[in-house]
């Protein structure tokens, strides 16, 4: 292969703590242009519908848009969500995380955070929603993953026109925990351009709502709730269940053992009940935002990573997504990553031809000069093309 007029995609995950995807993409395409500046390069930082999507959307040109929502635990904070085209129509782009992120929450001197996982609401992503809407966007993808809060997406809900009330016919306090107090959810008021609103809710976990593999259970913990909490939670979102099923019939108690029901917390559940959302693994979802069928048609080599290859990446996290997507073309793909724990074989079982991990160079660097060791492995990559 010679180096003139060939194209190379490059297409990472962030590496979480030290580089976003954009960073990333852009130090590997300044060691490939050291090497050769007439290299045909095509940055296209992607993510896995989680935290940093985004992101991802805004830098392959996607419009920012902030409003001020309600954090997790309240207090009002400026948040952003894309706007943007989906099959010629305008979409708009709510990540849950920038509105109801766990890491929203402050931390103390001790840096641990002081979470509220009885108190903690998913209210501003709906908030984001509704802003999408007032945008005009005919399609909304909800990026969900890094919640701070186990409300069943009841606070989603709220924002969006849904009452959530006692048995005195008074509002529940927010969050998980006021769902004990639920004697009735009134939908009546729920936004009507929800109806001819097309939803996609970006999924990777195919939990279910409740029980021992339920939203309580398995994430409760990570967002600050001890043993008795995730019984309360559960309870609660079992609650939340029966109380919707009064409204809605069956459809309410078969979402909640659907795949994806407990992700966020239970706002997955929420999305695919009551907004009839289709859920998708996330990087299918944020490759089409993208653009990068379209990118990598025609391309000679692909390049993508994200700060740990491991065993999860085989899942269908972002680099083996961009690496199935090179293939349906034909196109090499090598990754690129902070650590990588795979073997050979699994790399290539992967469709990797190649792998480059930063901690097999220097552990300690890669964490303090991570830009520059990607630059010196773009210029590597490009060094090998010219040969």
Known sequence: MTPAGVRIVIAPDKFRGTLEAAEVASALAAGLTAVRAD?????CPVADGGEGTLAAALANGWEQVTTTVAGPLGAPLAAAFGRGSLDDEPAGLVELSVASGLALIPADATGRRRTDPLGATSRGTGELIRAALDAGCATVILGIGGSACTDGGAGLLTALGARFLDAAGTPVPPGGGGLAELARVDLSGLDPRLARTRFVVACDVDNPLTGERGAAAVFGPQKGADADDVATLDANLGRLVEVLAAELG??????????????????????????????????????????????????????????????????????????????????????????????????????????????????????????????????????????
Do not use: N
Not at 39 to 43: F, N, P, S, T
Not at 321 to 330: E, F, T
């Open 39 to 43: 290299l045909d390069l095509r940055c």
């Open 250 to 387: 069956p459809v309410a108690r078969e979402g909640a053992v659907r795949p994806g029901a407990g992700a966020a917390g239970g706002v997955g559940y929420a999305a695919m009940t009551v907004l009839g959302a289709e859920p998708r693994p996330g990087v299918d979802v944020v490759l089409d935002l993208v653009g990068l069928d379209g990118q990598v048609a025609g391309a000679d080599l692909v390049i993508t990573g994200e700060g740990s290859l491991d065993s999860q990446s085989l899942g269908g996290k972002t680099p083996v997504g961009v690496g199935r997507l090179a293939a349906a073309h034909g196109v090499p793909v090598v990754a690129v990553s902070g650590r990588c724990t795979l073997s050979a074989d699994q790399l290539r079982e992967a469709g990797f031809s190649a792998g480059y991990a930063l901690a097999d160079r220097d552990p300690v660097r890669c964490f303090t000069d991570t830009a520059t060791m990607l630059t010196e492995i773009g210029r590597e990559i490009g060094e090998q093309l010219a040969g």
